[in-house]
């Protein structure tokens, strides 16, 4: 049964493909920040990604960083992206240098990205309830933030500019967290 | 790095909405300056972090590009329903913020069980930690995956799932099933999936691209096997359950198309338009609900917010060739309250729920006032938005329902289920006449609206032509 064998490698190249989709969705954001992600096309490059991890499976020495062969793929998946069309130039990083030092942090922001998880979870719980709102609305909601604007009597850029301030919050209280871990 | 203009530029970037010489100066920033580039991983991560309920759908989706090669989709499929565990873990985390159920450090040790194989002719029967009741009938391999979660790669299973465990999934190879607190019962082989919906309503999604459907109250469909991704309707089959089979039901259905018994506008409000050059009856006119058939394309607004409106709105009807909208259509109505009337019908108490889809808002008030008669002339900030039963003989609303949140230009299921039916209706005699209210009385901050599809009544339209006034008095006086 040579075919069982395959598909246990199979199995753990899917596991680990699933569990750096974080990761990997965080190092392709930064490379295009361009991207309106989380909407319906947003995520081509991620899926594209995730895609020739798999067909490339086979070229992945077991024992490396997993972490560093799928950012190398995941920056190439940009490039070859970027070239595609006058739109998404625009929408990813021009500078080559930036994107392959974005690409060399990621077995980092791997190797936190639990602490990460955890840490928000603790932040999130410390914002007011209109705040939570404001984020579940513009990570899990369909309707857009311009309708909830409307809904709640606000200008859309008022809203925008709350939403900023509960990201600068919830950065550095992530932030503090790790750093409390890591002394 | 800690100015204003920073933190901006960073939650833009976070939205895409960067301008081609913002991008420039992210760039210059972050070559420059380290601290800056981990500033903004950081917020990257978070928002990763954010979205690890799309996870799901960036693993299935890459399959529809390797569908040709049928062994590498089928390792994959296998590979990501091992996974799938892991998955549902890391997404239930987020619920532990939203909902305020003390019960959700229960996600904190969420495991995967053992994978159970029942012989022909073995039975299993338990509880989900959710609560949700769980039948299975051998032959059958299943394993739970969660709280709330099951994997059946074959048999057939029944499922009680109270509200609190609304979204009990049923991951099973052709496509999965997610449960909206009803009684369901799933069937699985090699080739197909079958949900049978005995109450409430369930989803089936498909594991292609994420296309999933609403299967209501009494209604059955098919799932394919993944390769040959789809889904059609079937009968529902109680039997195969091991459930006694329901008399042939009867139930009104009002899909808005031209031959369908026309509802009646029972208010109207005064001239509206939005100041279009030239107008149509789309954009100007009696604000009114109107029953539109075919192929319906309502004009980009002059007074659009940002880019949201800038195309011209499509509104697929959600069944058939129509649908009721409110025209003229944009926040220049007269802001008048708008009702629409079913034809009078009679219910059957213990034939299901009152079923519907409807796309806008949901208003303030949780419920319409008592009775009819004191419905406002005008809406406002506190008024209701949706669809209410009212008894003819008095007027009095007896129970209603609102969509839930969501994007306002999609179709939502609303449901009065049998029970609530039953308890408004208790202490009315059989023969009771009933129509069913589409009420706008709710205006924020500018405008609000509701539309309305696929009508399911468990009951028999009044025969005959009666005289609308006798039947429905506050027609009669709105009529003069």
């Given at each position: ?183 | ?107 904190e040790r969420v495991v995967t069980g053992p994978r159970v194989v029942l012989a022909k002719g073995q039975n299993a029967e338990f509880e989900m930690p959710s609560g949700v009741q769980v039948r299975l009938r051998g ?14 790669t074959s048999g057939l299973l029944t499922a009680n799932v109270p509200p609190q465990a609304t979204g009990f999934r049923v991951v099973t190879p052709n496509g999965d099933v997610v449960d909206h607190g009803t009684e ?124 949201f409106h800038d195309n011209p709105l499509q509104f697929a009807p959600q069944s058939g060739e129509g649908r009721v909208l409110p025209l003229p259509f944009h926040f220049r109505d007269s802001m008048s309250s708008l ?142």
């Amino acid at each position: 049964m040579a075919g069982s064998q395959a598909t246990i490698e199979d199995d753990e190249m899917v596991a680990l493909i699933a569990k750096h989709q974080p990761m990997l969705r965080a190092v392709i954001r930064s490379m295009v920040p361009g991207y309106v992600s989380g909407h319906s096309d947003g995520d081509d490059v991620l899926q594209e990604t995730n895609m020739v991890l798999w067909q490339k499976r086979a070229t992945f020495e077991p024992g490396s960083s997993f972490p560093a062969w799928a950012a190398t793929v995941a920056r190439l998946q940009v490039m070859a992206w970027r070239k595609r069309s006058v739109a998404h130039r625009a929408m990813t990083l021009d500078d080559d240098a930036l994107i392959e030092k974005i690409a060399s942090r990621a077995a980092e922001l791997a190797d936190d990205m639990d602490q990460r998880r955890e840490a928000l979870r603790h932040c999130l719980a410390g914002l007011t309830a209109e705040q939570r709102e404001l984020v579940q609305q513009r990570y899990f909601s369909k309707e857009s933030l311009v309708d909830y604007a409307a809904q709640r009597g606000l200008t859309y850029p008022t809203l925008k500019k709350n939403l900023e301030r509960v990201r600068t919050r919830l950065r550095k209280c992530v932030r503090l967290r790790l750093a409390a871990e890591a002394s | 790095m800690k100015t204003p203009r920073w933190e901006s530029l960073l939650s833009r970037a976070q939205d895409g909405e960067l301008s081609a010489e913002e991008k420039r100066e992210l760039e210059r920033l972050l070559r420059e300056d380290e601290a800056s580039l981990d500033q903004y991983l950081d917020a990257m991560a978070l928002d990763a972090l954010s979205q690890e309920h799309h996870d799901e759908e960036s693993i299935a989706k890459p399959l529809a590009h390797v569908a040709n090669q049928a062994t590498e989709t089928r390792a994959w499929r296998t590979a990501v329903l091992a996974i799938a565990a892991s998955l549902v873990f890391v997404a239930g985390w987020w619920s532990l913020q939203t909902s305020d159920s003390p019960s959700s450090s229960r996600a904190e040790r969420v495991v995967t069980g053992p994978r159970v194989v029942l012989a022909k002719g073995q039975n299993a029967e338990f509880e989900m930690p959710s609560g949700v009741q769980v039948r299975l009938r051998g032959p059958a391999a299943y394993q739970t995956l969660g709280d709330n979660q099951l994997s059946l790669t074959s048999g057939l299973l029944t499922a009680n799932v109270p509200p609190q465990a609304t979204g009990f999934r049923v991951v099973t190879p052709n496509g999965d099933v997610v449960d909206h607190g009803t009684e369901i019962g799933v069937m699985v082989d090699e080739l197909q999936t079958e949900l049978h919906v005995f109450e409430g309503q369930a989803e089936v999604v498909l594991p292609l691209d994420g296309v999933s459907s609403m299967v209501g109250a009494s209604k059955a469909v098919r799932v394919n096997h993944p390769n040959n991704a789809g889904y059609e309707p079937i009968s529902i089959q109680p039997s195969l359950f091991g459930k006694p089979a329901k008399a042939a039901s009867s139930r009104i259905r009002f899909d808005f198309d031209s031959n369908d018994e026309a509802w009646t506008q029972t208010q109207t409000g005064v001239f509206a338009d939005r100041g279009d050059q030239p107008t149509s009856n789309l954009t100007a006119g009696q604000s009114r609900y109107e029953t539109l058939v075919g192929f319906v394309k309502l004009p980009a607004a002059e007074d659009k917010v940002e880019s949201f409106h800038d195309n011209p709105l499509q509104f697929a009807p959600q069944s058939g060739e129509g649908r009721v909208l409110p025209l003229p259509f944009h926040f220049r109505d007269s802001m008048s309250s708008l009702r629409l009337t079913s034809p009078p019908f009679r219910l059957n108490s213990n034939d299901g729920p009152i079923t519907a889809f409807i796309t806008g808002g949901r208003g303030h008030a949780e419920t319409p006032p008592d009775f009819v008669h004191e419905l406002p002339d005008q809406a406002d900030g506190e008024g209701f938005l949706g669809l209410a039963l009212r008894r003819v003989r008095d007027g009095r609303y007896l129970c209603s329902v609102r969509r839930r949140p969501g994007n306002f230009y999609e179709w939502a299921p609303v449901e009065i289920s049998q029970s609530t039916l039953a308890a408004a209706t208790r202490n009315d005699p059989a023969d009771e006449v009933y129509v069913l209210d589409l009420i706008d009385t709710y205006q924020d901050p500018r405008w609000s609206w509701i539309g309305l599809d696929t009508v399911s009544i468990p009951g028999r339209l009044v025969p005959g032509r009666l005289v609308p006034g006798r039947l429905v008095p506050d027609r009669l006086v709105e009529e003069q």
